[in-house]
C-alpha cells in the first residue's frame, strides 16, 4: 500500500510539471499521442500532442476528420468542458484553451479538402479569454497558404445557440448551428456540420474557411493547435 502511495505521487508530479506538448516534447517524448499536462498547476488534464508536424509540440484543441462526434447539437457547457475522443474527433473545452493559452501560444491550423490537397494558416498569437470575459479571442499576423479567414473574428467572444454574444442582429450560433467567435455573422468556423466536400444548398453551415474555399466547401480535415511562442 505504501509503495503504491509513493508511485502515484511520483507520477502526479511528472505530470503536472509539464505545461504543455511542446515541453514534453523537449523532455523527449517525441511520439504523437495522448498525454497528461497541467499548464498553470490547477489540474491536470489529457490531451493530443502532435510531435511531428513542423518541429513537434503542438497541443492539438480541435480536430475533424469523419463526421463521428456531434458538434452541432450541443451548447455553451459542451464548448466549456469538451467534448469528443482524443484519439479521434474532439473539442478540448474552452476553460482547458483559455488555461493553456495563458501562456504567449500561437495557432496553427490545418485543412484538407477531399483529394487530399492541404493548406494551413499560422497565427504568430493566439490567446482565450477567461468565462468571465466569454472566452474572447485573440489572434496575431496571419501567414499560410488557406488565406486570413479567422482575423474577422478577431476580439469576438464565443457564441453558442444558447449564449448569444455575436455582433449581428441575429443569433448567429443558433442560425447556422454551431458554435464560433462569430461576428456579424462568418468568415471561418471549424466547427460546423460536417459535410465532407461541397455543400452548396447549405452555404455557411460546413466546416469552412471562405479564403480558402469559400462558404460552400467543407474541410474533409480540420485541425486546430497551438504551441508557445518562444519554441
Same mark, same amino acid.
Given at each position: @500500500? ?8 511520483? #507520477? +502526479?508530479?511528472?505530470?503536472?510539471? @509539464? $505545461? &504543455? ?8 517524448? +517525441? ?13 491536470a488534464f489529457d490531451v493530443f500532442c502532435d510531435q511531428k508536424s513542423v518541429g513537434g509540440g503542438w497541443t492539438v484543441f480541435q $480536430? +475533424? ?7 452541432v447539437n450541443r451548447g455553451w457547457a459542451d464548448f466549456r468542458r469538451g467534448f469528443g475522443n482524443l484519439n479521434g474527433e474532439f473539442w478540448l473545452g474552452l476553460d482547458k484553451i483559455h488555461r493553456l493559452t495563458k501562456t504567449k501560444s500561437r495557432?496553427? #491550423? ?14 504568430? @498569437? ?7 470575459? %466569454? ?18 473574428? +478577431?476580439? @469576438? ?13 441575429? &443569433? ?27 455543400? #452548396? ?6 466546416? &469552412? ?10 474541410? %474533409?480535415?480540420?485541425?486546430? %493547435?497551438?504551441?508557445? #511562442? &518562444?519554441?
Amino acid at each position: @500500500m505504501l509503495k503504491y502511495i509513493t508511485l502515484t505521487i511520483v #507520477v +502526479r508530479c511528472l505530470s503536472t510539471a @509539464m $505545461k &504543455n506538448c511542446a515541453e514534453l516534447y523537449k523532455s523527449g517524448e +517525441r511520439i504523437t499521442g495522448v498525454y497528461t499536462i497541467d499548464p498553470d498547476g490547477f489540474g491536470a488534464f489529457d490531451v493530443f500532442c502532435d510531435q511531428k508536424s513542423v518541429g513537434g509540440g503542438w497541443t492539438v484543441f480541435q $480536430k +475533424r476528420l469523419d463526421g463521428s462526434v456531434d458538434f452541432v447539437n450541443r451548447g455553451w457547457a459542451d464548448f466549456r468542458r469538451g467534448f469528443g475522443n482524443l484519439n479521434g474527433e474532439f473539442w478540448l473545452g474552452l476553460d482547458k484553451i483559455h488555461r493553456l493559452t495563458k501562456t504567449k501560444s500561437r495557432l496553427r #491550423v490545418e485543412l484538407e479538402d477531399t483529394q487530399g490537397k492541404t493548406a494551413y494558416a499560422e497565427y504568430d @498569437m493566439f490567446s482565450v479569454s477567461s468565462e468571465r470575459n %466569454k472566452y474572447r479571442l485573440g489572434l496575431g499576423k496571419y501567414t499560410g497558404t488557406a488565406g486570413d479567414s479567422l482575423s474577422y473574428h +478577431r476580439n @469576438m467572444a464565443f457564441s453558442t445557440k444558447d449564449r448569444d454574444n455575436d455582433n449581428d442582429s441575429s &443569433n448567429c450560433a443558433a442560425y447556422y448551428k454551431s458554435a464560433w467567435w462569430y461576428n456579424s455573422c462568418v468568415h471561418a468556423n471549424l466547427n460546423g456540420y460536417y459535410y465532407h466536400g461541397s455543400h #452548396v444548398g447549405s452555404a455557411y453551415r460546413g466546416i &469552412n474557411w471562405y479564403t480558402w474555399k469559400g462558404h460552400s466547401y467543407s474541410a %474533409k480535415r480540420a485541425e486546430m %493547435k497551438i504551441r508557445p #511562442v &518562444n519554441v
